[in-house]
């Protein structure tokens, strides 16, 4: 068609369709206009005045964290872990860091990984963090990786939690990654060599995994452990995540009848999957989980359920360990510690929250050492501070590929009624047990 | 063949479960010809409901259910009017659309209350269990079929005998021609989605004993229901039941006998719901559909 | 041309200046959003074509996460470099749409929107399924060794968002734009006046899904990480339609509006409300539902003065 045809087409069609009863908008058009312009206008303002340049007096902690999405719950551990270390440091040594002020500069990853990406290129690139801690799920985690490792100068990365070893084959030797949390094989060397020392080996295991990154990030670790370690696997369940039922697996299970069930799955599906053990009757000796069956949300839910399950942690509640020796207002014995947390949130502290509370305590401690911020330094101070900890000694040691790796060690414990509570009571490493591995009382 | 007859019974008793949370779901369709995109999280309400009920002033979620199930009403009531009933006659875009936008609205605001962290209901029959012979019936999931059966006979006797239930019936099959009954269309609609969210908040209370409680567990159990009420056909109740029961069965087999089966469970439901489209896309007991 | 559409064009073509500039200028927080704004685009436009024929698609997270997967094996398992893996990920995405297409035959409304949600979900359950394949649930890194470096990604992406904006500008300039209405208005009558649904129904969803699955692609290489929840993720799906409808259902800018919109609303959200746990998502929800009550026509409907004539692609009470 010619321009001049369709010219007049155009305009006929654009007639035609303004003929149509035009009804009232909501909003006139003049005022959108305003509103979009001004909104716009502040879009513009807000993204020139985002922190962007470095004032020198400052140590500026980044924080990536979920604050909201499917993994509220870890993101909101970090940020009053971090936000409680600040504060302590804040009473106990003032205001400052080696005369700089602390800036904790917090953005919300959405739990998505698109975000994840966005919010550690914002921190690394315009914010300037001088330090990173966190994420803390391992979805995160895997995801904020690229950004950072492509970032030509990317900052010293504290990680309180992931413990997928697929992140620590990316990050390799990086002498800028911290990470204060157990990989996968810290727990199942510990496990396993904690079960040979109670039970002795010959006997059969079945393991039920679930299919999402918790389960497929453990299971080759836990056979090759369990096989080294002179155990017979007799079964292996494949369960999906947050699925409501988990019957058909057991019955599996139980078909192969097994001394020891070895469950790899995270501590919701745990919840229920417990439950479930529980009804079916499958009088299995002994329950081993790896997930965090400390949590109160896990004893709340079950309550004579939980009784003789097993599970490891970097931290448990109750472990009565020692104020660290030269710092001991700032890592104090976790008694006084916990009874602070409890204090001041009104609930027990949680393993990411300790976790994240000491490495933040560690970095600023760091940069105190150091008396600077850049990563050279921050680096080198981090991996020569020891301190005794509420999760132990912080020595940063090399691990199978990460160079500093610290809180590597769990332990082994084992829920056991105690009058009207269940205790966790540990059995491994003989160092810190306090009491033996009991088989589950047959139903 | 123990382990046959102890699924079996198993996946009935789930189907029962699945029937009472997607029957809601199936009559907002029926009627109104919209899918409520929050109806999982009117069940994640529920169920926070009665664990709230439960752990702060020790009501059982069976009798927490009745109030429960008053204020899912209510609840049902006052969104479609304040918000629904204006997207009624919009584009079906604009519906989904909407519904999406306050089941994430629904979502956040369970975890700013409540956070995210996992919740668990444990009234004592949660986990005790009878057993017959080799078979053992766990008495959570026992109550919670006997409920949504009580619940969907109720629901079908009601549409079936009483006025309202008849004048909805009348609306599902044709509007204008009830319109021209003298009936009004806008109440029926407003009782319709009432009725399926006070449904989905039934369910949630007795789903509170059986499954975790998080904010976001809604989506999955709407992507079921969505798959049953495909399966069954839109607006039929006694389909949707049916379908629940297909459903409930296909998973547990392919859960037992597939190897991996468990994970695969998930896409039973889709893969069900491809083939009901391109085999007989009315479903089991459903209306034809307008092309 | 109508000074409208003049306007427009002038508008659209700096905009596209501006898109391509901004990854050159070194200035990572804008170029971070131009970056999403582009692959939001992309989805947008893809959503928008499809809508436009009447089909609604609750399941575009299938053809972002088919492209994310594709470009990361092709890179992973053949060494395939960047520009060359997107190719491969736009033709599985124009097969994925045509197979859709086909399956779903003459299925219109909800119910070819609860297929596309089948869709998505199955390949979120494969994608788990197969960790041999995909890695599972324990994920895929980028091998990093094929990085092309940030500023090649930081152009592909508003080159992806031109592209899908011709697309889009020829598809409406051609006859097929009034095809593809009649099928959204009544797809029967459509049918009557000689036009072939089928063969238009899958020509439209080849093209929209090449032009997801390139999105998908793109960000896969930017991000450097994937895994089923993140691929298949229902946020992409929610948001490809956001886009749109703010922007504008059914128009030409609409999804490019919409886009810029979401994006800078989202940034919004998370600079004012971010450090608050749960507090950024709610608020978007909040936004999304009064924007389909009072605004459903859109930005660029209420720029326009205009109300769009609705007219509900199925007759409602005939039965």
């Known amino acids: ?443 | 063949m123990i382990n046959f007859a102890q699924l079996l019974i198993d996946a009935l008793l789930m189907g029962g479960l699945y029937a009472l949370m997607s029957v809601g779901l199936s009559l907002g369709f029926g009627v109104m010809r919209i899918i409520n995109f929050a109806h999982g999280e009117f069940v994640m309400l529920g169920a926070y409901g009665a664990f709230w009920g439960l752990t702060l002033w020790h009501i059982d979620p069976l009798i927490a259910m009745p109030l429960l199930i008053v204020l899912g009403f209510l609840a049902g009531w006052l969104l479609f009017r304040g918000v629904i009933e204006w997207a009624l006659k919009a584009p079906q875009l604009n519906q989904i659309l909407l519904t999406f936008g306050i089941a994430l609205v629904l979502q956040h605001i369970a975890v700013v209350l409540w956070t995210g962290d996992v919740r668990s209901a444990s009234p004592g029959y949660a986990v005790s269990t009878t057993i017959i012979g080799d078979l053992f019936i766990v008495h959570g999931r026992l109550i919670g079929f006997l409920v949504a059966g009580v619940l969907i006979a109720a629901l079908m006797t009601w549409l079936r005998y009483s006025e309202t239930g008849r004048a909805l019936r009348a609306v599902a099959q044709n509007r204008d021609a009830a319109i021209l009954m003298g009936i009004d269309p806008g109440r029926i609609y407003a009782l319709s989605f009432a009725t399926s969210t006070a449904l989905g908040v039934a369910s949630g209370a007795i789903v509170s004993f059986l499954i975790n409680i998080t904010p976001f567990m809604g989506f999955p159990i709407l992507l079921k229901a969505v798959a049953i009420v495909i399966l069954g056909g839109l607006g039929s109740v006694a389909g949707t039941v049916i379908g629940a029961f297909v459903l409930a069965i296909a998973e547990t087999m392919v859960a037992y006998y597939v190897p991996d089966g468990a994970g695969w469970t998930e896409g039973v439901a889709f893969a069900l719901i491809v083939a009901i489209l391109l085999i007989r896309p009315r479903g089991i007991a459903g209306q034809s559909l307008a092309t | ?319």
């Open chain 3, 1 to 319: 041309m109508t000074r409208g559409s003049v306007a427009a064009t002038c508008a659209g073509i700096a905009a596209g200046i501006v898109a391509l500039a901004i990854p050159l200028l070194g200035m990572p927080l804008l170029a971070d959003i131009d970056f999403r704004i582009c692959a939001l685009l992309m989805v947008a436009v893809s959503w928008n074509l499809m809508a436009g024929a009447g089909l609604v698609s609750l399941g575009h997270s299938a053809f972002w996460g088919l492209g994310a997967y594709v470009a990361i094996l092709a890179a992973n398992d053949f060494a395939v470099p960047f520009a060359a893996s997107l190719l491969p990920a736009m033709l599985a995405g124009a097969l994925l749409g045509a197979a859709l297409a086909l399956i779903t035959g003459r299925m219109r409304g909800i119910y070819f929107a609860i297929s596309t949600l089948a869709a998505s979900e199955g390949l979120r359950v494969l994608a788990t399924m197969l960790p041999d394949i995909t890695g599972g649930g324990n994920g895929l890194y980028l091998d990093s060794k094929l990085f092309p470096g940030k500023t090649a990604i930081g152009l592909a992406a508003p080159c992806g968002a031109i592209l899908a904006a011709l697309i889009a500008w020829a598809i409406s300039r051609s006859r097929y734009a009034f095809a593809l209405r009649a099928m959204r208005n009544n797809e029967l009558a459509s049918q009557m006046l000689g036009v072939a649904p089928i063969r238009f129904r899958v020509g439209i969803m080849m093209i929209a899904g090449a032009i997801a699955t390139l999105a998908g692609a793109i960000n896969a290489w930017h991000g450097g990480y994937l895994d089923p929840g993140v691929g298949f993720d229902l946020k992409t799906t929610i948001d490809a339609q956001i886009a749109p409808i703010l922007g504008g259902v059914y128009t030409l800018p609409g999804p490019i509006i919409g886009a810029i919109a979401t994006i800078g609303f989202e940034e919004l959200t998370r600079a004012l409300f971010g450090g608050m746990v749960g507090i950024s998502l709610l608020v978007f929800g909040i936004v999304l539902v009064v924007v389909v009550l009072c605004m459903p026509q859109g930005i660029f409907g209420l720029l326009r003065g205009l109300r769009l004539p609705w007219r509900p692609a199925t007759p409602r009470a005939a039965r």
């Open chain 1, 1 to 443: 068609m010619t321009w001049a045809v369709r010219a007049r087409n155009n305009k006929a069609r654009e007639t035609a369709m303004r003929s149509n009863l035009p009804r009232d908008t909501l909003i006139s058009r003049r005022r959108l206009t305003t509103i979009l312009g001004r909104a716009t206008i502040c879009l513009a303002v807000w993204l020139a005045i985002s922190p962007t340049a470095r004032a020198d007096g400052e140590f500026r902690i980044g924080l990536p964290m979920e604050l909201s999405g499917r993994f509220v719950a870890f993101g909101a551990q970090i940020k009053r872990g971090v936000e409680t270390a600040v504060e302590t440091w804040k009473k106990v040594r003032g205001d400052k860091v080696a005369g700089r002020d602390i800036v904790l500069i917090e953005r919300d990853t959405q739990s998505n990984n698109t975000t994840t990406v966005s919010v550690m290129s914002q921190l690394i690139n315009s914010d300037k963090a001088d330090i990173l801690i966190g994420p803390g799920g391992s979805d995160s985690g895997a995801a904020a990786v690229p950004p950072w490792k492509q970032a030509e100068d990317h900052p010293v990365w504290i990680v309180p939690g992931v413990s997928a070893t697929v992140v620590e084959k990316q990050v390799g030797k990086d002498p800028y990654f911290f990470h204060t949390f157990p990989w996968t094989y810290h727990y199942h060397e510990t496990i396993v060599a904690g079960l040979k020392q109670a039970l002795g080996t010959g006997k059969k295991v079945a393991i039920v995994y679930s299919d999402g990154a918790y389960g497929r990030a453990h299971i080759d670790y836990a056979r090759q452990y369990l096989k080294d370690g002179g155990y017979n696997i007799v079964d292996e369940e494949l369960i999906r995540e947050n699925a409501p039922d988990f019957l058909p697996s057991l019955l599996k299970v139980r078909s192969s009848h097994p001394d020891i069930l070895y469950t790899l799955v995270q501590t919701s599906d745990a919840v229920l999957l417990a439950k479930e053990i529980y009804s079916a009757k499958l009088n299995i000796p002994y329950l081993i989980g790896t997930f965090q069956a400390t949590l109160p949300e896990f004893k709340n839910a079950l309550g004579e359920v939980q009784n003789c399950w097993t599970g490891v942690n970097t931290y448990v509640v109750g472990l009565h360990s020692k104020a660290d020796a030269t710092e001991a207002k700032l890592f104090p014995a976790s008694d006084e510690w916990e009874a602070a947390w409890r204090a001041k949130y009104n609930k027990e502290p949680e393993y990411m929250e300790a976790g994240s509370y000491i490495s933040a305590m560690l970095a600023l401690l760091a940069v105190e050492q150091a008396n600077a911020t850049d990563r050279d330094h921050l680096s080198t101070a981090l991996a020569a501070g020891v301190h005794d900890t509420v999760m132990g000694n912080s020595q940063f040691q090399p691990s199978a590929i990460a160079l500093h790796q610290a809180f590597g060690t769990v332990v082994d414990f084992q829920l056991q009624k105690q009058g009207d509570t269940y205790a966790s009571v540990i059995f491994y490493p003989p160092a810190r047990a306090n009491g033996k591995l009991q088989a589950c009382p047959a139903q």
